[in-house]
């Protein structure tokens, strides 16, 4: 059965009642960060050795746009709804309880076994050939920057259990408790220098998105919520960026010593605010429309290979750029952000979309996950053990990449960590 076969029919089953708009949220939110990223992420040969610059600190203006094209926050607004949703039902029984973790780990961590073992080779081999080790350093940390996010993605969904219990005690009180918390990480970090410290917001920015998706999920009454969200996330900005400083680009801009992304800050949540307003204004109006079993079809479809398009959309841009040195940096002298760079990339989005299809088609099959009926899927301490260890090696990989200056010519522990973290979590075992 082809995939769209299997979307049609999936389309039709589905129950009227089904929120659909959060699935296209989450399509649509991966659609555009592949988009921003073949855009922001310019590839440009200068004096001869090749460069990657980032359009935002060449085009200053743009640095707004990463207002609407900063979508992590949807990710987890809209994670927090369907985590919600699965959880909620799952827990009733306790074998759908206890497997819970590694389902959804599965889906999360499996795709991304064979594009850590091709970049690892692609490293081991590059050395052997004696080829530049700076410049394979550079392009194995472009190709898994989408690593970040699902590490990050992956520890906020192995605590569902415990962040889900909280949210049925306390509320919103858990949205707020982490709010404070953020802006007292940001607060110590600017004000008393303590940066280190700014990496908790990756658990506190991230879980109170997430946290506002349960919100979402357990049905929000007030007509006027979204309209407060929406103001309470534009004032936050107006205040942090007009009044305290933070950067306008919601994306790392280099140069500027202060990210808002990496890690984020309370402004990051600002915007995510805004956008979880803006949501759930047209949340129903979606719904409404997707009840066309055609266009639910089409989001069901983008749906189930998801998460391949976004591991691999920045391998696709580095065969692009592979095949355009290979025939003397054709596209690369250009000026990024000049009218005929903007002209062209028409011409580089079909080159690389022409990469990516092949690469959904061969990988994508791994996001199926394991229909088999007499597997024992791992309990939820060896998918959260399994989840730690490689959530670890993938936080190595996205600073470092997979080349190191040793024998074989890759950074041997972080590849294993993250391919024995994948295994742990998500391989059954026979019953």
């Not at 990463?66 to 992590?72: F, G, R, S």
């Not at 091709?118 to 898994?144: K, M, P």
């Not at 920057?145 to 192995?158: E, K, N, R, S």
């Not at 995510?272 to 409404?288: H, K, N, P, W, Y």
């Amino acid at each position: 059965m082809s995939l769209w076969t299997s979307a049609k029919a999936a389309a039709e089953l589905t129950p009227a009642h089904r929120n659909r708009a959060a699935d296209f949220f989450r399509a649509a939110a991966i659609a555009v960060v592949v988009i921003g990223h073949w855009i922001v992420s310019v590839p440009q040969l200068v004096d001869g050795s090749l460069k990657f610059t980032e359009l935002l600190s060449l085009r200053p203006w743009i640095q707004y746009l990463t207002w609407v094209v900063q979508v992590m926050p949807i990710f987890f607004f809209v994670g927090g709804f369907s985590n919600a949703a699965s959880w909620s039902s799952a827990r009733t029984d306790k074998t759908k309880r206890d497997a819970w973790q590694a389902s959804r780990l599965k889906r999360l961590l499996l795709p991304i076994a064979p594009l850590i073992l091709l970049w690892a080779a692609f490293a081991g081999l590059a050395g052997y050939l004696g080829l530049d080790g700076e410049l394979i350093q550079i392009t194995s940390r472009a190709a898994l920057i989408p690593v970040w996010f699902l590490a990050v993605y992956v520890m906020v969904t192995v605590v569902v259990p415990i962040t889900y219990m909280a949210w049925e005690r306390f509320g919103l009180g858990t949205v707020l408790a982490l709010i404070v918390a953020a802006v007292v990480v940001d607060a110590a970090a600017f004000g008393g220098g303590y940066g280190w410290l700014r990496w908790a917001n990756y658990g506190f920015v991230w879980l109170a998105m997430h946290q506002l998706g349960y919100w979402w999920h357990g049905g929000i009454k007030a007509k006027h919520v979204p309209i407060l969200l929406i103001l309470a996330g534009l004032v936050s900005l107006y205040l942090l960026i007009g009044q305290f400083g933070y950067p306008v680009s919601m994306i790392s801009v280099p140069g500027e010593e202060i990210s808002n992304s990496a890690p984020p800050t309370v402004a990051m949540l600002a915007i995510g605010f805004t956008q979880a307003g803006l949501i759930l204004l047209v949340a129903g109006r979606i719904s409404v429309w997707l009840q066309s079993s055609t266009l639910w079809a089409i989001v069901i479809l983008v749906g189930q290979r998801i998460m391949t398009v976004y591991l691999w959309h920045l391998t696709a841009l580095l065969c692009i750029v592979a095949l355009s040195m290979a025939v003397g940096g054709f596209g690369l002298h250009m000026t990024p952000g000049s009218g005929m760079w903007w002209l062209t990339r028409p011409i580089w989005f079909a080159a690389m979309i022409a990469v990516l299809l092949p690469l959904v088609a061969i990988f994508g099959r791994l996001e199926d996950g394991s229909r088999d009926s007499h597997a024992s899927p791992p309990g939820p301490l060896r998918s959260v053990l399994g989840a730690l260890c490689a959530c670890a090696g993938l936080t190595f990989m996205a600073l470092n990449g997979t080349f190191a200056d040793n024998a074989l010519g890759i950074n041997i522990f972080p590849v294993a960590f993250a391919l024995a973290g994948v295994a742990l979590s998500t391989v059954n075992s026979r019953s």
